[in-house]
């Protein structure tokens, strides 16, 4: 099974942004056989689904982070982004790769002064 790893994560002021990145193991025709997903988990609560993107490059957003987070993906690199902008407290949360059965450790995200 391909390991997902993290990074990218850390402390931001309410506004700023960050920028995830989620590498893995997979060869390249894994990688490409499957959309790339974002989830989080803050404390005390499920994880969310945050956003997704196809091989092909058709992304979806959840509610709360559309216009501000975008997913992308280069299939080369076998790695994939989460430019997240205009963060919230509410955005504090590890953030999770998924790629088919596959997940990260996650990376902590924290918005606050």
């Known amino acids: 099974q391909a390991r997902l790893v993290e990074s990218g994560g850390g402390l931001v002021q309410p506004g700023g942004s960050l920028r995830l990145v989620c590498s893995t193991t997979?060869?390249?025709?894994?990688?490409?056989?499957?959309?790339l997903d974002w989830y989080r988990q803050a404390p005390g609560r499920e994880r969310e689904f945050v956003a997704s993107i196809t091989r092909a490059g058709s992304s979806n957003y959840a509610e709360a982070v559309k216009g501000r987070f975008i997913i992308s993906r280069n299939n080369s690199r076998k790695t994939g982004y989460l430019q997240m902008d205009s963060l919230k407290p509410e955005d504090t949360a590890i953030y999770y790769c998924?790629?088919?059965?596959?997940w990260g450790r996650g990376t902590q995200v924290t918005v606050g002064s």
């Open positions: 997979a060869i390249t025709s894994v990688f490409n056989a499957y959309s």
């Open positions: 998924h790629l088919g059965e596959a």
